[in-house]
């Protein structure tokens, strides 16, 4: 057992005291310690680096997936889309679109995808450097996908809710005080 007065995490009483706040009284210098030069990423930080390097990852593959649809010949697609509307013809559903639409939107789609991607990937590797540059284009570029999202859940995509619940958290996060001292905006 340890003696009366010995901190039972210092065994061997060679840790001293003197770093502990009083008890009672708030620790205000943590929140500046991200002030410093040397300080590490703030943990919100970092997991916005994250989401938004797998963001990206899934961006530029989603993009290389549209890409890969665009080489199947016209005359395969045709013949697919054909299918397609013969199995559809008893539920009552038209196909409206021919080949030429579908590969514009596959084209459209492969765009958009691949640009997000690359963004993504782009200001999550630099998420790293303390700019104010940096923290305005992830709350910017953030802020733009929910609104992309909240358009298309009104739109009728129930499934946007999870990208956009990924989207207003990575922007909460960058606004916790610990992003805002990392980036020296308090």
């Known amino acids: 057992m ?22 009672g009284m708030p620790d205000f210098g943590a929140h500046f310690d991200a002030l410093r030069p040397d300080a590490p990423l703030p943990r919100k930080v970092a997991l916005v680096r994250v989401l938004m390097f797998v963001g990206g990852a899934c961006g530029l593959a989603l993009s290389a997936l549209f ?13 697919a ?29 492969a765009a958009i995808t691949g640009v997000y ?6 200001l999550a590797a630099r998420i790293r450097h303390r700019t104010v540059g940096v923290f305005w284009g ?11 999202l909240l358009w298309n859940l009104y739109a009728g995509d129930l ?5 956009l619940g990924f989207a ?6 960058m606004f916790s005080r610990e992003a805002r001292a990392h ?4």
């Open 2 to 23: 340890f003696s009366s007065g010995q901190d039972p995490y210092d065994p061997d009483g060679t840790r001293d005291g003197d770093g502990v706040p009083p008890r």
């Open 67 to 79: 890409l890969m649809g665009l080489s199947v010949p016209s005359e395969t697609m045709a013949e």
């Open 81 to 109: 889309m054909r299918q397609q509307a013969d199995a559809a013809s008893g539920q009552s559903a038209e196909f409206f679109a021919d080949v030429g639409a579908v590969r514009a939107m596959m084209v459209a789609m």
């Open 117 to 122: 991607g690359a963004l993504s990937t782009l």
């Open 138 to 148: 992830v709350v910017l570029f953030q802020s733009a996908a929910g609104a992309l």
């Open 159 to 163: 499934l946007a809710v999870v990208p």
């Open 168 to 173: 207003a958290t990575m922007v909460a996060h």
């Open 183 to 186: 980036y020296g905006l308090l």
